[in-house]
């Protein structure tokens, strides 16, 4: 497009760009996102990032609609809490979650809840992570 209007850009100051603006990008994209329900499911699975292997931790509603995701390195209590503050910092607080047997996950939110005036309903039943299950198959591909 550059290139059509007469102005040489070389792809290195593309890529400069990219790194400086898209992070804002991102900041008002999420401003604009629809809300979603107060009742989610979350979930981690573990995918290969440039030949490393690295959990994904993901967020939907009960809808199947996105509401966060996290990629870390390891699978731990301090992960699980960090990707739930990010999710409650973009969405607000839910309801309820749902996830699976997971002890990390079930220790960040015991963690999370004691400083809570309201906690949230933690619910750990295998069929109610369906949702998000399924969400990962096109992910894993």
Do not use: C
Not at 1 to 15: A, F, L, P, Q, Y
Not at 68 to 77: E, I, Q, V
Not at 131 to 137: A, L, N, P, S, T
């Amino acid at each position: 497009m550059m290139e059509e209007r007469g102005v040489s850009v070389d792809h290195s100051t593309i890529n400069r760009w990219a790194i400086r603006f898209l992070p804002l990008i991102e900041k008002m994209a999420r401003e604009h996102k629809r809300p979603v329900s107060g009742s989610w499911r979350m979930d981690e699975t573990y995918i290969k990032v440039k030949g490393f292997w690295k959990y994904l931790y993901l967020a939907v509603d009960k809808h199947g609609k996105t509401v966060d995701f996290l990629l870390t390195a390891k699978r731990d209590k301090a992960a699980v809490k960090r990707f739930f503050d990010k999710a409650v910092g973009a969405k607000g607080d839910p309801e309820k979650v749902a996830m699976d047997k997971s002890g990390a996950n079930k220790a960040a939110m015991d963690t999370i809840n004691a400083g809570r005036a309201v906690p949230i309903l933690v619910r750990q039943v295998k069929y109610l992570n369906n949702i998000v299950e399924q969400h990962h198959r096109a992910i894993r591909r």
